[in-house]
């Protein structure tokens, strides 16, 4: 069968983030996505009005399940929502439950990009930092680069996380809003491999972080080398964000929905 990746990821309802945003992204990136599911959010396509986390029990219970089953040639986690969860996920790697080098990329999600909170910051930035040695990828927005690190500069932000552990950062400005064109850069083990520049298509995108993350997934599952996936991952999410779908056309503020079935040209 196609390569497996197995998400640790919260249902969205709008469908544009969440496990729903994974499942897509990956099948576009040539695998299938498997969902160990963390939290269950209550969100329109604008704002996150709550969620309720699952127990940790629960989400190992789910994903061993998978593990057992199914051929997973990858791990992605995105929202965990409570620390006891991110333990139980860092517990899986360190004992190995999760065969040593599986590729595993982590979205550490703290809030949505609509502003709602999606978990208690501090205490799930104190248990991410556990995670990270376990990262072969962190995809942080600038806000949880700056949280996770500490640090206000992005590069120096990106070099102490790879100092932590996690063997590369990819970093995108696209939440500074006010930083014209988005730059990218790939940083590993705490050098810059890869720097790029991409135009700052108009609007804002609900789901854009976990689809870049997933795609990236999905193609280390089937074999790219991370610098070829993460090229691979900015040209899909790019026509996706083109092809978006807009909920409230007639309000220019309102997010819109990355369309993840775009025709995309390799
Ligand atoms: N995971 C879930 C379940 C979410 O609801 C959200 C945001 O709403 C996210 C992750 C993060 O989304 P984004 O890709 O917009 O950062």
């Not at 390569?3 to 709008?14: E, K, M, N, Q, T």
């Not at 986390?53 to 994903?63: D, G, K, P």
């Not at 990329?105 to 930035?125: C, F, R, Y």
Request: aromatic share 6%; proline share 4%; hydrophobic share 45%.
């Amino acid at each position: 069968m196609r390569p497996v990746v197995l998400c640790f990821s919260g249902l969205d309802p709008s469908g544009g983030a969440g496990l729903q945003a994974d499942i897509e992204a990956i099948g576009q990136a040539g695998a299938h996505a498997a969902i160990a599911c963390t939290a269950i959010t209550i969100q329109s396509s604008q704002q996150v009005l709550g969620f309720e986390a699952c127990a940790a029990e629960l989400v190992q219970a789910q994903a061993t399940t998978v593990l057992d089953d199914l051929p997973v040639k990858a791990i992605k986690s995105g929202m965990l929502g409570t620390t006891d969860n991110i333990a139980m996920l860092t517990e899986l790697f360190a004992k190995q439950i999760i065969a040593k080098d599986t590729p595993f990329i982590l979205d550490p999600v703290l809030v949505a990009n609509s502003g709602g909170s999606l978990g208690d910051e501090q205490t799930l930035v104190a248990a991410f930092r556990q995670l990270l040695p376990y990262a072969t990828i962190i995809t942080p927005n600038t806000h949880e680069l700056r949280a996770l690190s500490g640090e206000q500069d992005l590069h120096l932000g990106a070099k102490k996380l790879c100092a932590e552990g996690c063997h590369a950062v990819l970093v995108k400005t696209s939440h500074d809003f006010d930083s014209g064109d988005i730059e990218q850069y790939l940083y590993v083990q705490g050098e810059m491999v890869h720097k790029s520049i991409l135009p700052r298509l108009l609007g804002e995108f609900h789901g854009s972080g976990c689809s870049l993350a997933s795609f990236i997934a999905g193609r280390l599952s089937v074999g790219d080398a991370l610098i070829d996936a993460v090229k691979a991952a900015d040209n899909w999410i790019t026509q996706t964000l083109i092809a978006a779908d807009a909920p409230h056309p007639e309000d220019k503020q309102a997010q819109l929905i990355p369309n993840r079935f775009v025709c995309f040209k390799r």
